[in-house]
């Protein structure tokens, strides 16, 4: 897999075969011997890296020295367009390649070490400790919100309490309302009673007077 000069790539395809998928197809010329690591996708996009990993299923194989290669890659996360693109075997096969497209073209790419571009790792260091501090902002939003909803939840439940307890207190305060009435209307029978026999003793009082 080696060659007298520099390390070659023939790009032959590079485009996406579906909505979340990306397939990349060419030969290397030229390659040192031992570079046979799994290829990875790394692209850049809206200052955030994405590394596309291989399709388990898609068989394609560690590159041979100038044989057809291809492999597809899939997104983790939802796809996006993407200013820069980079295949990835290991840290001595890096390729830069070009904005994707479904036309069938052909561009002759220089391998490179990952070691060679200190400004490139530097940048995407800068780009991955973003994406970290991103991360960590989510996940404290998150969790937050979830306390928010946990704290609406019980107020909720406190709330919804106190409605039944008001609820009961005015079935109560109904209750008494009714027992009240019922006990004055019984008071004034007994009332209109207790008059009717005092009417009747101070007739049969004036008539014994009459008679004596």
């Known amino acids: 897999m080696t060659s007298g000069g520099p390390a070659i790539f023939e790009l032959e395809r590079f485009a996406w075969e579906a909505p979340d998928r990306l397939e990349l197809s060419g030969r290397f010329i030229g390659l040192p011997e031992g570079s046979a690591e799994a290829p990875v996708l790394v692209v850049v996009a809206r200052d955030r890296v994405h590394r596309l990993p291989a399709v388990p299923d898609d068989d394609a194989g560690p590159p041979e020295e100038g044989r057809p290669w291809r492999a597809a890659f899939e997104w983790q996360d939802a796809p996006v367009a993407f200013d820069f693109a980079e295949l990835q075997l290991g840290s001595d096969i890096v390729v830069e390649l070009p904005k994707p497209d479904l036309a069938r073209t052909r561009f002759r790419r220089g391998v490179r070490s990952a070691a060679e571009q200190p400004e490139l790792r530097k940048a995407r260091k800068l780009i991955e400790t973003k994406d970290a501090a991103i991360e960590k902002l989510r996940e404290e939003l998150e969790a937050a919100a979830a306390r928010h909803t ?63």
């Open 150 to 212: 946990e704290a609406e939840s019980e107020a909720r439940a406190e709330l919804d309490a106190l409605r039944a307890e008001l609820e009961r207190t005015r079935k109560e305060a109904h209750a008494a309302r009714v027992q009240l009435s019922q006990t004055r209307s019984a008071v004034d029978e007994a009332r209109s009673e207790a008059e009717h026999l005092l009417g009747r003793l101070s007739t049969f009082r004036d008539a014994v007077e009459d008679r004596a």
